[in-house]
């Protein structure tokens, strides 16, 4: 009977580990579900690279909806171009001012020629326009999610000088300009744009940093995404993820890349006399890049890095689809020649005051129609 013993014991030994294999086995699952990049580190750790798992995020649906704060030589012509693409190719309705600038944007503000929707509200909002929350929010749609770009302010103020030609506006130069000992109130009127457009400047530039940051918390609350010129691409990927947008939606080309003569070289002390020029600027810069860069590490550097290279091989296939080159020029820019004839081929060689008046003239047809034109079968010229 002794064989009977020894039977049993490696009977016990093998159930004793089944059980604790499919212990191990139920911590894993559990450990996948509550923090999948764990996960797969612990699978990547034994598999090749071409056998690595990938953890898609959660499905979701597509936002059709988006108020998009346009400040000026941000690289905001180049996301303008993006949601204008989307928002065409699907037939959504545009906010259009008549004349976009720092202007609040409320329903007031839209002409009746080409605003009619039955609710007053629009999907998009992406021209240049002053956020107003409250005016804001009866334009747009409930479901609509609220984005920004901004630029390092002295880089901005600096790009912003030549494309604007302040040295006719101030007759003097940049350096100029930055070395005067003091400044009159329409010079100040220029100073610290970024502030001006989120609404919250102080004319008389006297606030404190204290009164700043309560500003500062009031938009956070507001924008679901404060994207950061310097980190573009980064900024795409939280922006596709955001809307639940594919990495073909987010494809571009850059608009206004500025031709080498108009760009000023900047000593450090001269950054820094432009930096407190526009401290309001440098305050919610600070701010809300500290935001950003918190986003991205939650994002996982690895998955960003990949996402940031998709984004990259998308935009290759958009110039290569479109035969694009950049030979042309504008003001003290560079503007893109196409070979082929596609609406939003077509749309990338325009400049920003153009796509938008062609905008207008589709949304005219629409409302001249009682709202029965197609908007989604209309093309730009």
Known sequence: MAWMSQLRTRVAAVFCLVFVAAS?????????????????????????????????????????????????????????QIFVSYGITRGLTFALPPRPGLVPLTPSLLPPQYHLSPDGRYNMAVCHTQFNSAGVRQVMKESAKYVAVIREPASRFESEWYYSNYQKVFRTNLTNFIRAPRYSRRQRTFLNKIAGYFGVKDPRDRITESEMYVRAKALHRSFDLVMITERFDESLVLLKHLLCWGTEDVAYVRAKVRRPEHRAQLTEAEKDKLRQLNRQDVFLYKFFRRIFEEKVKAFGEERMRREVEEIGRANARFIEDCGAELVGSFRTVKTWKVKNDSSICRMITLNGVDIEKQLRNRQRKWVSSNLTYDLSTWTFT
């Open 24 to 80: 191990l086995w139920r911590i894993l699952q559990i450990r996948q579900i509550r923090s999948p990049e764990l996960a797969a580190a612990r699978v990547a750790a034994v598999l090749r690279p071409s056998q690595q798992l990938e953890y898609p995020s959660p499905p979701c649906l597509p936002l059709d909806s988006l108020y998009f704060l346009k400040v000026p030589k941000c690289a905001s012509t180049t996301f303008f």
